[in-house]
């Protein structure tokens, strides 16, 4: 690994402390970044670390949603008594990543935060826009298997990682946020970007603004939901299809839908359009074919990626069908019902 | 020409910081070492307490031959900054037996023949004790899945299973 220096932040110094200079980065569980270290795609002069900032509170607001703060473990809020009764979805989907060591050490916020795993990203031999703005996109034309289908862009293709971060996408969660200038809230599904010509930037997060915590409004959907992971081997891998699906039923129809996608595009993907689609109509497979033909309308495939859309438009399909029936998927028992 | 590189691109030469005296409790002994800010837990295990017996496998949290537990949790210590474990309880497979009896993950891996060349086992028994520790698995599907981040390459699986099946039975 490069030489960096490394100081401990308190909560009062955090932000200054990045502010006041470019080539610091804050580090929290260091999953991601001291991997990307270690692969000399990261190579900041100075580690601020934010790991004992007082950020690890999972506290009830009090209209009855949560606040998660940006420090808890990817694991203790997976097995939080009020996520596991709440918003199962959200335990199910961390519960679906990395393995029981990583979401021991992983932060919230750091889910957040984590870079694409796209190999070329990793591989600093190679040209990529995302390390190297303005060098090309080597997935493109390359192997492109794990890549995306959905809101891609001829510079960059990649994909955003996390299963967490579908869930809370589904959940139309809220990122708070503290910079120099003060807080501010930013909603999920805007908190990650589409590729475009800056691929280099993953999120609206600025530079020196750091992420304080999430929040979970009420809906949980604890009653019809599914986290539906489709990947290469069955236990810790990314995924290639992740869907997330939550209904509210009301006498046999879809009162409420929430669809969002992982493993297909640069942030995890929701659609408007497909969602409004489901609303009101009847819990049958004719309604959820026509929600993922929807969702999958615009999906392009590369040489190697063209089979997610049919396997997305099928997972879709499965996590409706999963959600409306109140059988979510087991994370542990892996046979796909 | 080295190219710019996004978040770091105008990283500054900067000299050799000095070196971070820490504290560790390591198998229940306290420690003070000085580490450079980039020596790894998993690093300052083995090249500066010579605790040799946690393994470094892939040196990037895929493989969880480096799994110690820290104030109880099991992690991956090739993924961590020694400098970050300033003031915890570190727990590696030197500290799991106790006066000189093994532990029974240990005993239990022993009967079920649950390694073939040994490079994982240390990892998968601090998985272990971190998996019984959580107590979120009962089924040996839960077990398979919660030891999913330790790779065992000679394909031992079935027996770490069954060892682990025993050890919780006793616990």
Known sequence: MINFEYARANSADAISQIAGDPTAKFIAGGTNLIDLMKEDVERPSRLIDISKLPLKAVEEMPEGGLRIGALVPNSDLAYHPLVAQRYPILASAILAGASAQLRNMASTGGNLLQRTRCYYFYDTATPCNKREPGSGCSAIGGLNRMHAILGTSDACIATHPSDMCVALAALDAKVHVAGPAGTRAIALVNFHRLPGDTPERDTNLAPNEIVTAVELPVPGFAANYTYLKIRDRLSYAFALVSVAAALELEGGAIKEARLALGGVAHKPWRDSSAEAALRGEAVNPTTFSHAADLVLRDAKGLEHNAFKIDLARRAIVRALTQAAAGTPQSQSNKKIR | ?171
């Open chain 2, 1 to 171: 020409m080295q190219m710019a590189r996004s978040g770091t691109a105008t990283r500054p030469n900067i000299s050799i910081p000095e070196k971070i005296p820490i504290a560790l409790t390591v198998n229940g002994i306290a420690t003070q070492l000085a580490v450079a800010p980039w020596t790894t837990l998993l690093d300052a295990l083995r090249d500066h307490l010579d605790l040799t017996g946690t393994k470094k496998g892939c040196d990037h949290g895929q493989c969880g031959a480096c799994t110690v537990l820290v104030d109880g949790r099991r992690i991956n210590s090739c993924l961590t900054l020694a400098v970050m474990q300033d003031g915890t309880n570190v727990t590696t497979i030197e500290g799991l037996a106790a006066d000189g009896v093994l532990h029974p993950l240990q005993q239990a891996f022993i009967d079920h023949d649950a390694f073939q060349c040994g490079y994982c086992t240390p990892g998968q028994i601090c998985s272990a004790a971190g998996l019984i520790a959580e107590g979120n698995a009962k089924s040996a599907d839960e077990i398979r899945e919660l030891m999913s981040g330790n790779i065992c390459r000679c394909g031992a699986y079935p027996n770490i299973v069954a060892a682990i099946q025993q050890a919780m039975g006793q616990s």
